[in-house]
Nanobody, 132 residues
Framework: QLQASGGGLVQAGGSLRLSCAASGFSFSNYAIAWFRQVPGKAREGVSCISPTDGWIYYSDSVKGRFTISSDIAKKMVFLQMNSLKTEDTGVYYC???????????????????????????WGQGTQVTVSS
């Protein structure tokens, strides 16, 4: 299971920190990503981390403004969002993918990181609203 939290209402230029708590699966085998979605649009990958391997990815739209991190002992992943823009508004979901199993199929995290259908677990989503 994944539990996302930390969303809220913030003015443009402000900051928020999202948290994702994982339970019920072997955290060390998984990569965790943050996706966001607005009504009428597809779910968009924002950032992804493999906590045990140290791989980190950002979408071009958030690079330089968002920072993803993890606490392996607590099985948590965080997304620090700075310099927020109105276009960052949406429901943010954390998701987990078993990258060890995917690797046995020849699928690398780099290849699947922004593909929602590849993810095994999803959190319930947390709303982020950035006002102008």
């Amino acid at each position: 299971q994944l539990q996302a939290s930390g969303g809220g209402l913030v003015q443009a230029g402000g900051s928020l920190r999202l948290s994702c708590a994982a339970s019920g699966f072997s955290f060390s085998n998984y990569a965790i990503a943050w996706f966001r979605q607005v009504p009428g649009k597809a779910r968009e990958g924002v950032s992804c981390i493999s906590p045990t391997d140290g791989w980190i990815y950002y979408s071009d739209s958030v690079k330089g403004r968002f920072t993803i991190s993890s606490d392996i002992a607590k099985k948590m992943v965080f997304l620090q969002m700075n310099s927020l823009k109105t276009e960052d508004t949406g429901v943010y979901y954390c998701a987990a993918v078993d990258i060890h199993t995917r690797a046995s199929y020849g699928l690398s995290l780099d290849r699947i990181k922004w593909t929602p259908d590849e993810y095994d677990y999803w959190g319930q989503g947390t709303q982020v609203t950035v006002s102008s």
